[in-house]
């Protein structure tokens, strides 16, 4: 059971536009959301989260957004750099701070 | 946020040995410390929450005896992983919570682990 879901595998954006991934949960005890910035071969890096008290956190140049009703998040990153190419996790967690994980998006800026 | 050392980093062992995985909550007292196992092209796959001073609590189909974790510390957890075969192989990642930003979780590098 994949409680969330991210369905992009990978995404490509030119240097300077915006990113868009974007994340779905069906699991609606879900109280707060994250995303993470992963690289090959290291450990999952904060990025920015959002509570679901909130539809919208923005920190620099990285907006998250919560659409309750859809179950639905997605991060925007404006303007992307070369160095936002990673792997993007979204995750959510309520109460307990045990954190469920989506499959993650494979973003490439290309310059 | 806090900051979050694992050891070793990689690790190659024959099929039969026991390995272990430390993770270090540097700059805080982690009362909680969660272990993560990913698999290639996948997600991290909680294994267990570990909790200092009492036993850790294992997701559903983590085997416990395999799996072995100990909490001793506020800083430290360890991982071991007992008679590693080669289906074990894979990255294993801790993370410590419930810091001033109780949500959040700090992940260490991950350990690569390759069985032969």
């Known amino acids: 059971d994949q409680q969330v879901k991210q369905n992009s595998p990978s995404l490509s954006v030119q240097e300077g536009r915006i990113s868009i991934l974007n994340c779905d949960y069906t699991?609606?005890?879900?109280?707060?959301f994250l995303w993470y910035k992963k690289y090959p071969a290291e450990g999952p890096t904060f990025l920015i989260s959002?509570?679901?008290?909130?539809d919208k956190n923005e920190d620099g140049r990285f907006t998250v957004f919560l659409n309750k009703s859809a179950k639905h998040l997605s991060l925007h990153i404006v303007p992307s750099q070369p160095g936002d190419s990673a792997v993007y996790f979204c995750?959510?967690?309520?109460?307990?701070?045990?954190?469920?994980f989506g499959t993650g998006t494979r973003l490439t800026i290309i310059p | 946020g806090a900051v979050v050392s694992q050891h070793p980093s990689r690790v190659i062992c024959k099929s039969g040995t026991s390995v272990k995985i430390e993770c270090r909550s540097l700059?805080?007292?982690?009362?909680?410390m969660f272990w993560y196992r990913q698999f290639p092209k996948q997600s991290l796959m909680l294994m267990a929450t570990?909790?200092?001073?009492?036993?850790?609590?294992?997701e559903q189909g983590v085997e416990k005896d395999k799996f072995l974790i100990n909490h001793a510390s506020l800083t430290l957890s360890t991982l071991t992983v007992t008679s590693a075969h080669p289906e074990d192989s894979s990255f294993y990642i801790c993370?410590?919570?419930?810091?001033?930003?109780?949500?959040?979780?700090?992940f260490g590098a991950g350990t690569r682990l390759s069985v032969l």
């Open positions: 993370s410590v919570g419930g810091g001033v930003a109780k949500n959040i979780q700090y």
């Open positions: 699991n609606s005890m879900f109280d707060y």
């Open positions: 959002i509570s679901s008290i909130k």
């Open positions: 995750a959510g967690t309520f109460g307990n701070e045990k954190l469920t």
């Open positions: 700059d805080f007292q982690a009362t909680t």
């Open positions: 570990s909790n200092e001073g009492s036993k850790a609590t294992y």
